[in-house]
Every structure is written in structure tokens, then in C-alpha cells.
């Protein structure tokens, strides 16, 4: 409830509902119940041999595991989404002075809200400010230009630059592409390659013959804040590396919680020593120890699995005591 009331955005409140109505334990329902069926299985194999239930075989069993380990391992992953949906994210616009960062940040804003000139190193203090993207809060952070600093106000400012680049989720290294790349352009991009990050090249419309920009593994893009040809593609791509291109997730559930990260973790954890232990052909009764420890951290977010579950999913699939 505490989500839905904080929400910033349509999209967070719409996640922060399903979350409500148990979107993720619908999600996670289906997935426990495989991992249900496989013990009730091999409860059956043990405790109605005479019935002539026969013992479920070893590669049989890790298929189950790895259907079950699949499922878990996707969920997983949803968590660096969710936590951005849940949290939010902070996006750093760094460069050199007067590469167009400033004009860039007021593209991104939709409004003048940094000050543009062009007299280089003008923004000397972060200026920061919240916007939707893809219904996800972003807090777009303009910085100092980073270059030797000509007095002490710009070399704080240049300080405070670095600080949030470091502190960063995301970071635009904006390049000048009206002349050759610097050794300053070629220092931040190798201090962004290590994290999420785009390289846009900026004042595209007075594209210079000399610029190139040096091979990186960061994605690229092009822009004019002047014009603001490339700022569609910009927000596309920011959205594309948080993961928020798709809705597919979202409406099935997602993770958003580190406690709910925990727990699946922990259930795959387990899954792995079961799988461990029929590779090394361990009898069924420690077998599904395991099993029981994989199911406890799902019945956390889904509710509990009784006995009388198991059995009643056991006396379903087999003719036992007929």
C-alpha cells in the first residue's frame, strides 16, 4: 500500500497495484505448483511402492529441476527492472565544457531549466530535475564541464561532476561531433565502458569531417539539442538498457522487493543441491530434503503448501488403494 501511495508516476502506481493484488504471487503460483507435482511424485515412489508406483528416474527428475530452475532464473532477473520501477533511477549527463550537455538536459526536461551559452564552463553546480520516462521516474543530473579548471567554483563544480558519475545508474558521456574527440572525451567514456552507459554524440547538425569516435563498447547515439533531431532515440535507448522497452513483464508480475529476490535465490539455491544430489544418485527420502528446502522460500510469497496438498495431488495422478 505504502508503494501505491508514493508513486510518482502512472506506470509506478499500475505496478505498485498489481503488486496489491498479488501479481507476483499469481506469477509464482504456477511455477511453485511444478515443483509441487515433482515431490508428490517422488513422495509416491516411496511411500506407495506396493501400490506399484514406480520410482520417478533420475533424468526425468532433472528435467523437473531445470524446468522449475528456468522459471526462477527469469523472475530473477525482472529484480533490476522492479527496483527501477520501485526506486527510480539517477542519470548523470557528464562531458566536456560546451559539448551541449546543458542544452541536452533541457531536451530531456522539455523546458530551459539549466542555463545554455556559449561561453564554456557556465553550469558550475549540479542541476538536477525528475522527469517520466517510460513512467519511470528518471532524475537527470547536468554537471560542470570536466576539464583542468580555470578557479576554484569551477574545479568544486568539476569535483561534484566526478562524484556524480561515480554515484550515477546510468551516465551520458556527451561527445562534441563539430570537432575532433579530445583525450578528455576518450578518459570519460573509458570511465563509463564499465557500467550502464550511451555515448551520444551531440551537434550532429554541424557534424565535423574530423570527428571519430574511438572503439567502445558503449551503445551510440546521435543528436542535435539544437534541432532536437536524435532525442527520441535517446530516451528509446536509455529505456532499452534499464530494460523497460516492454510491458510483456510488468503485466505478469515482477520482483521489486529485496526480501522476494531473497527468497527465490534461496529457492534456487536449493534446487541446485537437488540437482547435485541425483548426480551423484542419492536415495530419494534426502532427495527430497532438498526439494522441501527449494518449496519453503516460495511458500513465503505464495502461502503454504500442507500435506494434505501433496497428498491430495498424489491420490489425483495415481490409482492408489482402489
Do not use: W
Request: hydrophobic letters at 45%; a negative charge; proline letters at 3%.
Amino acid at each position: 500500500m505504502r508503494d501505491l501511495i508514493e508513486s510518482q508516476t502512472l506506470f509506478q502506481a499500475k505496478v505498485a497495484a498489481q503488486q496489491l493484488e498479488g501479481a507476483l504471487s499469481k506469477r509464482l503460483q504456477p511455477i511453485k505448483q511444478k515443483l509441487v507435482e515433482l515431490v508428490a511424485l517422488l513422495e509416491a515412489g516411496i511411500d506407495f511402492a506396493e501400490d506399484d508406483v514406480s520410482v520417478l528416474p533420475g533424468d526425468q527428475i532433472l528435467k523437473h529441476i531445470a524446468e522449475v530452475s528456468a522459471l526462477l532464473n527469469q523472475l530473477v532477473d525482472s529484480f533490476s527492472y522492479g527496483k527501477i520501477v520501485h526506486e527510480g533511477l539517477t542519470l548523470a549527463i557528464v562531458g566536456r565544457p560546451n559539448v551541449g550537455k546543458s542544452s541536452l538536459f533541457n531536451r530531456l526536461v522539455e523546458r530551459e531549466r539549466a542555463i545554455v551559452t556559449a561561453t564554456p564552463g557556465t553550469t558550475r553546480d549540479l542541476v538536477s530535475e525528475t522527469v517520466a520516462l517510460g513512467g519511470i521516474p528518471v532524475r537527470l543530473v547536468d554537471t560542470a564541464g570536466i576539464r583542468r579548471a580555470l578557479d576554484e567554483a569551477e574545479s568544486i563544480g568539476i569535483r561534484k561532476s566526478m562524484e556524480a558519475l561515480a554515484d550515477a545508474d546510468m551516465v551520458l558521456v556527451v561527445l562534441d561531433a563539430s570537432q575532433p574527440v579530445s583525450s578528455e572525451d576518450e578518459e570519460l567514456l573509458e570511465q563509463a565502458a564499465h557500467r550502464p552507459a550511451i555515448a551520444v554524440e551531440n551537434k550532429t547538425d554541424i557534424l565535423s569531417s574530423q570527428f571519430s569516435v574511438p572503439s567502445s563498447r558503449l551503445r551510440r547515439v546521435q543528436t542535435s539539442a539544437t534541432s532536437g533531431a536524435g532525442i527520441a532515440e535517446l530516451r528509446s535507448e536509455i529505456l532499452r538498457q534499464i530494460g523497460g522497452d516492454s510491458g510483456v513483464q510488468v503485466e505478469s508480475g515482477l520482483l521489486t522487493s529485496v526480501r522476494h529476490q531473497g527468497l527465490v535465490r534461496d529457492s534456487l539455491v536449493a534446487l541446485a543441491a537437488a540437482n547435485h544430489a541425483v548426480g551423484n544418485k542419492v536415495p530419494h527420502e534426502m532427495l527430497l530434503l532438498d526439494l522441501y528446502n527449494a518449496l519453503r522460500p516460495l511458500d513465503e510469497i505464495t502461502g503454504a503448501t500442507t500435506t494434505d496438498d501433496i497428498l491430495n495431488l498424489i491420490f489425483s495422478t495415481f490409482c492408489i488403494g482402489k
